[in-house]
Structure formats: structure tokens, C-alpha cells
């Protein structure tokens, strides 16, 4: 029997909807039910595409046994953290500071108020490693519950007075100065691994927003060593198991220091960062390579995600069935010699090996490796490592691939959009720029729809339930923005510049600060707000950074502030924390800079449009058209005339112009270029 999950848009939730469990999706009605049998509430946090969300699903919630208990002594309810951001960061706040750490799945107990009292991520099926099995748990609490209310309450109350005693210091008044940005980058040196590039030890994340800084700063300022980190990193996970080497795109992370060993789930986001990084690698240095990356990634956004309405899909799991039937981690990418000689035939295959890295041994689990380029190969023959990789592609596209969350979130179609504009403006892909209109216009015409606010996710070309946050509209006016840039199209411009109006009724608060949820949202425990850079960059330093450059496209006063009043964070963050405030420190950097502001009065995908667009200022923004109509999709554009008949370039800083040219490579020296 299905239980209420049935009716809901998300993957994830689908993925339980026939459960013995009997869930109940996150609502007014799940608490109330809890109050009407004075039970507790389970809250279970999980994502589609996370691995140990499908482990404790099979061992636990697909249990008879377990789900009997569970349903008679709790109210159990499931949440896709892709759906409810904001749900997800107030519980997972509040695991991190009971027990020191978190993660998916996340498993909270809490009052019919929604006040959590005791908390956990993976419980497994028995006691194992001094952690009680889950069926422990469940009586514990429920002992508890009985037994001990008074104890309980207090616990509730007392976690809950807490986190609402843990006010934001932003940063108090003023932007982050040069100051601040030196001691980020010096921040980011210590922590740099200069044998294998990136940041940190184990496990590795791919520092897509720090390296967006590292490039900006460089292009300010002419720091060698902010490049050298950049491209060196970028090419260390170009030539490892992080980067999928036949079939392009980027997994969530390293488990290893070396970028060898990836845990093998793709998502949407990592993959538009990177594809943008490397695009913009390239434009800062010329690298072949990174070009081949930042076109093998969009082509793989398009080929594996893209949906059948135009939009993006999420995630792609880790987990796909092996040769044995059995649905284990990596098995659709990982490969032994003999698999190689299967495809290869002898010659090849020991060609291959040497070039991927292959051993007997392995360098995964049960005698797999993870394809790489460990580069000690020497010269190579490119004809022959393309045959190669064509017919080992083609061999793995005949395995079972693995699943799909095809939900639409808002944000990272908005990442997406950027990368695939730019990528195409850069790299004469016009198909790319197609791609990033449709998924610009299914936002517009589901997501935004008729309510004039944007909604956080939709699947099939049906809007989900849930009200976007500010990651949303920071990262889809990002993408907007992006669009008008390379498009010529104002209308990316306007709406962009809706989207900015309802950050600065809904989301903002005192003193620049902003909130992850509008004013009028639903009202959790703690409302959210989070100005740092994990995955993805935060709403709040998404939001600054559209706000910034909307300012430089039309010469608002209000959202010139409101980027100003946000960017307080980072001047307090960025010296302490730069790796986690990458995306706020390479705002930081156009701010800096101006940003530029660039009109091009002469054709769309004009020599001067392209030779703007490839400029390396930090955040500079691009208008481009032509004849009387320009000036009214484009506020930059007016009072642009032609100068004696020739397409015709102005660069404003500050509002302060330089000499108008109509010559592309003095165009390129005031932007860097």
C-alpha cells in the first residue's frame, strides 16, 4: 500500500512512497497528528542520489518489523533536503551543534512543536562500532517520551533557546577592502596542498568558488601565485577519478587527498561551477585543456541531465547495478584490465591501462580502478586514445546506468545557465546558448508562473509545493544576467531585476543582512540564514553578487547598497574562513574592480560583443545591440551612438567612461583581455 508520499513531486520522496513506513510529508497536518496521539515525530532528512539514504531506506524503513514500531509509536516524516533547504539547515544546525558533525541521512526526534530533542544521522539495523542499531533508538525514545516528558521538554526548549541565541554577526558596517582579500589569499596559500592542488586533506572537495576568486584576483591584480594555484589545481582534477574521463562532468567529490577515488554521485551544481571555472581558465590563460574540460562538462549537462522539458535534472546517484545484478557504488564507471581486454582486445587494453591507470591490483574496490590520467605515460598518440575512449564509452553506455533525480531546483538551473551562455559565447557553441535559454524559460513560465514568486523545484514541467529561498533567486538572476550578457536580450535583464526587487522586500533584514527565507515563509523553529559557500554558493552571497552587477547594468542606487549592506559578511568571514566564503570573496573582488561596465553599440556576437565578453575584469557586465531600440532593453546603452559609422565600444567605471573605441584589441586592454 502507498502511503501520502505517493502524491509528491520528489524523487526522493517517490523512492519511499511504498515504504511500510507510513510517511508523511512535511506539514501543518504531520505535527498535528503527532498532537492528536502525543507521539513524537520522526523526522528523516535525506536526497535521491545520497548513498547511505538508500542503505538505512533497505535496512530499516523497508523493514516490516521496524516499520510496525515506527508507525505505532511516531509520526514519521520525510523531507528532501533539495526541496526544503530551509528545513534541512535548521535541523542540521542543530545535529552539528549536539553532536559535532552531520550529514544525510539525518534522523531528528522532535515534539508535536517541532522542537528537536535527540538526534543522529545513520543508524544501522544492529549495534555495530559502539552506535546503538536503529530499533535501540526508536524504543530509547520512545522510554523517553513515556517515561521522562518533563526531561525531554526541557532538553527541547533548551536546544531551541540556543540556536535562536545564535544571531548572525555579519561583519557590522563597511565592504571587504584590499585588506581583507590579501589575508583570504593568504588564508587560502596555508591551506593549499601544493603536491596535489586544491584545499584541505581528505575527503576533497572540488573548490569550484575559490578558484572563481583566485582567477578574479589574479585578473585585478596580476597575482602569479593566485593563477598558479587556480590552474594547477584545475588541472590535478582534470587528470583525476574525480573528473569522468570518457564521459566528461565532475563527481561530488575525492575520497583520497589525490583526486583518485571519487564517491561517484554527479550533480547539477558542481558541474555548472566547474564548467564556468574552466570556461573562464581558459579565458584567463588559454589553456587547451581547460577548454577541452569546460566543453566536455556543459556536453555532459546536456546529454545526462537535461530534461525533457528543457530544464536540468539534479543528480545522478552513485550507485548502479554491477555485472552480478547487485546495486553497488561506482559500478557503472570503474573498470579491471580484463574488462579493458574484453572491449580493447590485448593491445589496446594494456594501451589503456597505461594511459588510465588501470592496475591488476586496482584502485577502487575489488580490483577496479577509477579511470585517470596519471600522466606518466609519455607522448601519446591522440588518434589512438580517442579510438580508445569511443569504444570503451560505447561499451560502458551498454551497462546499467545509473538512476536519475529529474526534479528541476531553481538555483542550479540558474548555475547552469551561466556556465552554458558563457561557455557558448566563448567557444562559438551556439547550441550551448540554446540549451541555456530553454531551461531560462522553463524558470520563467513553471517556476515563476503565475505567483509571481519563484517556486523551488518542478518535476515533469510541474511546479513543486515549495517556495524558493534566497538561494534561488540569487543564483537564477546569476544565471538571467549571464543570458543577457551573451544574448543581447533585455528581457533576461528585467527579469532578473524582478527577481532582485523581491530580495530586497523579502529577504533582507538589519544592516545589510539577509535571510534564507522571505518574510512571509512558512515559520520553522529558527528562521535560516547562512552566509557560507559549501557546495554551492550561499543565497546570501548569490543574492550580493546579482545585485552587484544588475547595479552596474542599470545604475540603481537601492541594489548598489543592498550588494554593499551583504558583502559586510565576507569582510568578516574572508580573512578567517576562505575556503568557505569563496563565492562572497570573488564578489568581493568585482567590487573592487568597479565592476565594469561595458556597452557595445554594434552587432550581437560582434567581434567587439565577443572581445567584451572574453574580458577578464572581475565582474564586469556586458550590453550589447544595435540601432534606436538598444537603449530601451538596455539602460547602458543609451546615448551609445556609433562613432563615424563603426561598431563601437564604451568602458565605464564609477561613472567615470574612457574614450569610446572601435578597436577590439584596445577594447580587450582596458578589460584585461
Known amino acids: 500500500m502507498a502511503n501520502r508520499l505517493a502524491q509528491t ?18 506539514s501543518p497536518e504531520a505535527f498535528e497528528e503527532a498532537r492528536k496521539r502525543d507521539v513524537p515525530v520522526l523526522l528523516s532528512v535525506g536526497y535521491a542520489s545520497c548513498h547511505w539514504c538508500h542503505v538505512m531506506a533497505h535496512e530499516s ?11 505505532a509509536h511516531f509520526v514519521p516524516v520525510k523531507v528532501d533536503r533539495e526541496e526544503r533547504p530551509d528545513v534541512d539547515a535548521v535541523y542540521m544546525e542543530a545535529v552539528q551543534a549536539a553532536t559535532g558533525h552531520g550529514g544525510w541521512p539525518m534522523t531528528v526526534f522532535l515534539t508535536p512543536d517541532a522542537e528537536p530533542f535527540y538526534f543522529g544521522t545513520y543508524f ?50 563597511g565592504v571587504p577592502g584590499e585588506s581583507e582579500v ?69 563527481a561530488r567529490y575525492s575520497v583520497d587527498r589525490e583526486w583518485i577515488v571519487p564517491h561517484f554521485e554527479k550533480m547539477l551544481y558542481d558541474n555548472a ?96 580502478s577509477v579511470l585517470r590520467l596519471p600522466g606518466d605515460t609519455g607522448p601519446v598518440d591522440a588518434a589512438r586514445v580517442a579510438g580508445v575512449r569511443a569504444r570503451l564509452l560505447a561499451a560502458r553506455d551498454e551497462r546499467p546506468h545509473p538512476g536519475r533525480d529529474d526534479k528541476v531546483v531553481a538555483a ?32 520563467v513560465r513553471v517556476h515563476l508562473g503565475e505567483v509571481a514568486r519563484l517556486t523551488r523545484t518542478s518535476k515533469d514541467g510541474r511546479a513543486g509545493d515549495n517556495a524558493g529561498v534566497l538561494e534561488d533567486y540569487g543564483d537564477v538572476a546569476e544565471g538571467f544576467l549571464a543570458l543577457a550578457a551573451v544574448t543581447g536580450e533585455g528581457a533576461w535583464l528585467e527579469f532578473a531585476g ?68 551583504a558583502l559586510g559578511v565576507v569582510k568578516a568571514l574572508g580573512p578567517r574562513v576562505p575556503r568557505f566564503v569563496g563565492w562572497g570573496l570573488a564578489v568581493a573582488e568585482a567590487l573592487l574592480d568597479g565592476p565594469r561596465e561595458v556597452a557595445v553599440a554594434g552587432p550581437v556576437g560582434g567581434e567587439l560583443h565577443r572581445t567584451a565578453l ?38 565605464c567605471r564609477h561613472f567615470v567612461c574612457d574614450a569610446p573605441t572601435t578597436d577590439a584589441g584596445e577594447l580587450a586592454g582596458k578589460l584585461g583581455g
Not at 520528489?10 to 512535511?26: M, T
Not at 559565447?425 to 551556439?430: K, L, Q, S
Open 498 to 565: 524582478f527577481l532582485l526587487d523581491i530580495v530586497l522586500e523579502q529577504f533582507t533584514g538589519e544592516g545589510g543582512q539577509l535571510y534564507d527565507t522571505a518574510h512571509d515563509a512558512e515559520q520553522l523553529i529558527r528562521r535560516p540564514q547562512d552566509p557560507t559557500d559549501s557546495a554551492t554558493p550561499s543565497g546570501w552571497t548569490a543574492a550580493a553578487g546579482a545585485l552587484l552587477s544588475y547595479a552596474a547594468y542599470t545604475g540603481s542606487e537601492a541594489h548598489r547598497t543592498a550588494a554593499e549592506g
Open 182 to 250: 590579501a589575508q583570504a589569499l593568504l588564508g587560502l596559500t596555508r591551506e593549499y596542498d601544493e603536491q596535489h592542488g586544491g584545499f584541505g586533506g581528505a575527503p576533497k572537495f572540488p573548490p569550484a568558488m575559490a578558484v572563481e576568486f583566485l582567477l578574479r584576483h589574479y585578473a585585478r591584480t596580476g597575482a602569479e601565485g593566485a593563477l598558479q594555484m587556480a590552474a594547477d589545481t584545475c588541472a590535478a582534477m582534470a587528470r583525476g577519478g574525480i573528473y569522468d574521463q570518457l564521459g566528461g562532468g565532475f
Open 412 to 443: 542550479w538551473n540558474g548555475l547552469a545557465i551561466a556556465a552554458l551562455a558563457e561557455t557558448g559565447a566563448y567557444f562559438d557553441r551556439p547550441d550551448l546558448v540554446e540549451r541555456a535559454t530553454e531551461a531560462a524559460d522553463l524558470l
Open 9 to 26: 513531486t520528489s524523487p526522493y520522496l517517490l523512492q519511499h512512497a511504498d515504504n511500510p513506513v507510513d510517511w508523511w510529508p512535511w
Open 614 to 651: 572574453l574580458g577578464r575584469a572581475p565582474g564586469a557586465v556586458v550590453a550589447a545591440g544595435e540601432g534606436p531600440g538598444a537603449g530601451a532593453e538596455f539602460p547602458l546603452l543609451v546615448d551609445r551612438p556609433l562613432v563615424g559609422g563603426e561598431p563601437t565600444a564604451y568602458v
Open 61 to 71: 524503513f523497508e523493514d516490516d518489523d521496524t516499520a510496525a514500531y515506527l508507525n
Open 124 to 173: 544501522p539495523p544492529e549495534p555495530r562500532h559502539g552506535s546503538p542499531s536503529f530499533q535501540q533508538v526508536l524504543e530509547g525514545v520512545t522510554t523517553a517520551w513515556t517515561d521522562r516528558r518533563e526531561e525531554v521538554a526541557e532538553v527541547a526548549g533548551r536546544i531551541v533557546a540556543d540556536l535562536a541565541g545564535r544571531s548572525l554577526v555579519h561583519g557590522g558596517d
Open 273 to 368: 561551477l566547474l564548467c564556468r571555472v574552466y570556461a573562464h581558465l581558459w579565458r584567463a590563460t588559454g589553456s587547451d585543456e581547460a577548454r577541452r574540460i569546460a566543453l566536455e562538462t556543459a556536453d555532459f549537462m546536456v546529454r545526462e541531465l537535461r530534461t525533457a522539458e528543457g530544464g536540468f535534472a539534479s543528480a545522478l546517484d552513485a550507485d548502479s547495478e554491477d555485472a552480478e545484478g547487485r546495486h553497488v557504488e561506482g559500478a557503472f564507471y570503474v573498470w579491471t584490465p580484463e574488462q579493458l581486454r574484453d572491449v580493447l582486445g590485448e593491445d589496446d587494453a594494456a594501451f589503456a591501462a597505461a594511459y588510465f591507470g588501470v592496475t591488476e591490483e586496482g584502485t577502487f574496490e575489488e580490483g577496479a
